[in-house]
């Protein structure tokens, strides 16, 4: 969102009506239950649901991306808070032995999302993020588009497969985004999209108008 976007609180009413619209008329299956009582609400509404990650930019539009996503790859998520003297080599290691791991269970072909640095929680979160850049693009920084391939290269080189039968193709992508961290942390988080990869993209500016960009 950008810093001078005049709508703010207009656009996460509209996020959470169209959440309940979709939910009735498309219909969508409604996935959001109470973790007290077990209790459905009926309308994929709730307590901090639909999830909503704000991040402030330069402008006076809005960005919206979307990404809905199944229990089956979502319970495959994983965090690590790794010891640091372990370096690239251990997140290499954690991020392939978790792919081999969870086999099937995600329904690869999966995209993989890994998160490095900063704290646990936003290392989840920035796993999530790298999940919104589509397949076959790189990270912007060379270093990383080059570990982004090796992953790549040598998750498919495990054999887990399409839906873990056996294969050549256990991962359509591997991205990773990172932040600086604490000198006695290493959080690594490794978030894996199952091979539907539903995403949604639209656009905001000034004027209140709407684009859909995929």
Same mark, same amino acid.
């Given at each position: 969102?950008?810093?001078?976007?005049?709508?703010?609180?207009? *656009?996460?009413?509209?996020?959470?009506?169209?959440?309940?619209? &979709?939910?009735?008329?498309?219909?969508?299956? +409604? #996935?959001?239950?109470?973790?007290?009582? @077990?209790?459905?609400?009926?309308?994929?509404?709730?307590?901090?649901? +639909?999830?909503?990650?704000?991040?402030?930019?330069?402008? @006076?539009?809005?960005?919206?991306?979307?990404?809905?996503?199944?229990?089956?790859?979502?319970?495959?998520?994983?965090?690590?808070?790794?010891? +640091?003297?372990?370096? =690239?080599?251990?997140?290499?290691?954690?991020? =392939? @032995?978790?792919?081999? %791991?969870? $086999?099937?269970?995600?329904?690869?072909?999966?995209?993989?999302?890994?998160?490095?640095?900063?704290? /646990?929680?936003? $290392?989840?979160? !920035?796993?999530?993020? &790298? !999940?919104?850049?589509?397949?076959?693009?790189?990270? /912007?920084? #060379?270093?990383? /588009?080059?570990?982004?391939?090796?992953? *790549?290269?040598?998750?498919?080189? =495990?054999?887990?497969?399409?839906?873990?039968?056996?294969?050549?193709?256990?991962?359509?992508?591997?991205?990773? %985004?990172?932040?600086?961290?604490?000198?006695?942390?290493?959080?690594?988080?490794? *978030? +894996?999209?199952?091979?539907?990869?539903?995403?949604?993209?639209?656009?905001?500016?000034?004027?209140? %108008?709407?684009?859909?960009?995929?």
């Amino acid at each position: 969102m950008g810093e001078d976007f005049k709508w703010p609180g207009i *656009l996460k009413r509209a996020i959470n009506n169209s959440v309940k619209k &979709a939910t009735e008329t498309i219909p969508l299956r +409604p #996935n959001a239950i109470d973790p007290i009582n @077990d209790e459905n609400s009926g309308d994929n509404t709730g307590r901090f649901i +639909p999830s909503i990650h704000w991040d402030i930019v330069e402008g @006076d539009g809005a960005i919206i991306h979307i990404i809905p996503k199944g229990g089956g790859s979502e319970n495959m998520s994983k965090l690590e808070m790794m010891t +640091p003297g372990r370096g =690239l080599k251990g997140v290499k290691e954690i991020v =392939l @032995d978790q792919i081999a %791991e969870m $086999a099937g269970k995600p329904c690869p072909p999966t995209t993989i999302g890994v998160g490095l640095g900063g704290g /646990a929680d936003l $290392a989840m979160e !920035l796993a999530k993020k &790298a !999940l919104l850049r589509p397949v076959g693009e790189r990270h /912007a920084e #060379n270093r990383i /588009a080059k570990l982004e391939e090796e992953l *790549l290269e040598k998750a498919n080189k =495990l054999g887990v497969g399409p839906m873990g039968v056996g294969g050549k193709t256990t991962v359509l992508d591997v991205k990773i %985004e990172y932040a600086h961290r604490h000198p006695a942390s290493f959080p690594v988080a490794v *978030l +894996p999209q199952c091979w539907a990869n539903r995403q949604a993209k639209l656009k905001i500016n000034s004027k209140g %108008e709407v684009e859909v960009v995929r």
